[in-house]
């Protein structure tokens, strides 16, 4: 079932689209490292096209609003709540994790990209289990298929199931890999579209998280 937005949740969203769209226009980082995925048209609002054009920094593709990087007058962009099942059956909410960095990866079994940081992405995870949470939302694909590619390849972080794609059409999942960092208050810090290979991919989510 689709999640309804409130007023202030899709604005949350809307900032987040309209920087990842301009920035991917720019440097035609969607079309050369990640995935188009046919989800909802939620995140393809007329607002968020017309206001892409005003927001002209930063072209790398990536949102970072680190505290380090982020004026004191820059408004906080808090991640939408939802709730997935996991593969392994246990349903859980993004709230759930509060307290933890969560880093929030969108993915599809057919995404060339999405498969090129999955290692990087495990090895994470075994090395710093109780430092962060990796949450990995599958796009579109059903339960059998996502359970027989997290089998064959031994992935342990958890991987939640969007097969309706209602998380998809809530986050600006268009593009694929979508990697998000949320803080542990719940705020976005980070967002990306594409990405690395796996070495670079391991670095740069370590340093984002800090993780030592």
Not at 58 to 86: C, H, P, Q, R
Not at 136 to 165: P, Q, R, S, W
Request: aromatic letters at 8%; glycine letters at 4%.
């Amino acid at each position: 079932m689709k999640k309804i937005l409130n007023v202030e949740e899709m604005k949350n969203m809307k900032k987040i689209v309209k920087i990842l769209i301009l920035s991917c226009t720019v440097t035609l980082l969607a079309a050369l490292t990640a995935c188009s995925n046919n989800v909802s048209d939620t995140i393809r609002s007329d607002s968020a096209a017309e206001t892409a054009a005003d927001d002209s920094q930063g072209t790398s593709g990536e949102v970072n609003n680190g505290a380090d990087e982020t004026s004191e007058s820059e408004e906080k962009i808090e991640a939408v709540d939802f709730e997935v099942t996991l593969v392994t059956g246990e349903t859980v909410k993004l709230s759930d994790y509060k307290g933890k960095k969560v880093l929030l990866n969108f993915w599809a079994t057919w995404c060339g990209p999405c498969i090129q940081e999955m290692p990087a992405f495990q090895r994470l995870w075994e090395d710093y289990p109780d430092d962060f949470v990796l949450l990995a939302v599958n796009c579109g694909e059903t339960e059998d298929e996502v359970k027989a590619f997290v089998e064959e390849n031994g992935y342990t972080f958890h991987i939640a199931l969007d097969e309706d794609l209602a998380v998809s059409s809530i986050y600006p999942a268009s593009s694929i890999p979508l990697n998000i960092i949320v803080d542990e208050e719940g705020y976005i810090t980070y967002a990306k579209y594409g990405a690395y290979d796996e070495e670079t991919t391991y670095e740069h989510y370590k340093e984002l998280l800090e993780l030592e």
